[in-house]
DNA sequence: AAAAAATTGTAATGATTAGTACAAAATTAG
DNA sequence: CTAATTTTGTACTAATCATTACAATTTTTT
């Protein structure tokens, strides 16, 4: 049994990507309701009575990014196949993420902390989360592939970790910030042929 | 010979640098023209008639950060003493200098940069010069740390500094982002144990 | 002392913005 | 069919903001 009234015109999934690829290319200030109406299709009405304000569809919009991209590069970490070619794969991943779109710049949750984290718990929290689970992934992988002999002991799993894990960052933000590719691919090379 | 006139009552440098406090703290959009006042001292019709306009505040005191951090940075870097010690002191400086003061957050060359590299050529500018410059000071002191014998010549300098950058901005990112001064130091440790 | 030059504070301006009000439209329930 | 319910589009509101206008003030120049 189906909810009375006018039926929405406008599939919530949509939506909330249109939204979110508008936040993607222009941060949260920088668009206005007006641009949100216009890449969503929804008139303010609709748009307002569906989500309430912009910040709620902020969030919806930077939840969804967060929970495809953790799962996506998770995925990755937990691929068949020796664990420096799924590292390997991560990083190109994220190469191929940021500069997916020309309009785009590097990760949408990256952007949105340094925009927001200051003023925002939720993306605080959110992106603290996005963070944490990544660095568990990590470290459970190369924990993983130190007890097969793929990864030498010499160094802690956890410092590995860490150490991945502030490149993978840094490689993001000079991606968004700098967008020059080719660093990124010999970037991308150097980590792998120094850290394992 | 001074010039004719009312003179005027504030020292521009330290005008510059409450300015470069204030976007520091919140960013460029989030800082109204009338933050500026306030913590600056001047009145509108001052800075109006000394600036001209935000942006061009902005830009005085994203250069000064640029300049005077890029020479605390490469001074790091050529000190006296062993290569290694260098690069930990220049990690150490980083995390001292983002954690300074707990309203600020992280970097403000980073900040800006990732707030408004894609609309603000200046911006993207300078952002590229400075991380150009850092990167070749990188290079170089790895370099010669490799002539003396004091960093291993498995790899190549230019993948060691790239490797090393990365991690750098990383670091700084999370700083900025995260807030978490106790992953900062680890993973400043564990730079210096895996790369030398 | 008067004119010229520069700075300062205040009030106003025009643009933009997130959010609201509300009537018209489209559907379901009875 | 009628009433109830929900969505939709449009016009409006109230706040914020960067910038400008301008008169009063303070100095130098002649």
Not at 38 to 66: D, I, M, P, V
Not at 97 to 114: K, Q, T, V, Y
Not at 130 to 159: C, K, P
Request: proline share 2%; charged share 25%.
């Amino acid at each position: 049994m189906s909810k009375s009234g006018r039926p929405r015109e406008f599939k919530d999934t949509a939506v909330i990507d249109a939204a979110m690829e508008l936040f993607w290319e222009n941060g949260y200030e920088a668009c206005s309701t007006e641009d949100l109406c216009k890449q969503t299709g929804l008139g303010r009405g609709s748009l307002y009575n569906a989500y309430g304000s912009k910040h709620e569809l902020y969030q919806q919009a930077l939840l969804r990014y967060h929970e495809t991209g953790i799962q996506a590069q998770i995925e990755i970490l937990n691929q068949q196949g020796p664990i420096k070619d799924r590292l390997r794969a991560l990083l190109d991943w994220a190469i191929q993420e940021d500069f997916s779109n020309e309009n785009r710049r590097g990760c949408l949750l990256i952007n949105a902390a340094m925009e927001r984290a200051q003023r925002d718990p939720a993306v605080e929290r959110l992106f603290k989360r996005h963070v944490d689970l990544l660095e568990q992934a990590l470290q459970q992988a190369i924990e993983t592939g130190q007890l097969s002999g793929e990864i030498s002991r010499t160094h802690q799993a956890s410092d590995l970790a860490h150490l991945f894990l502030s490149n993978y960052y840094g490689l993001r933000v000079l991606n968004a910030a700098a967008q020059n590719r080719e660093r990124a691919v010999q970037m991308a090379k150097a980590t792998l042929e120094v850290l394992f």
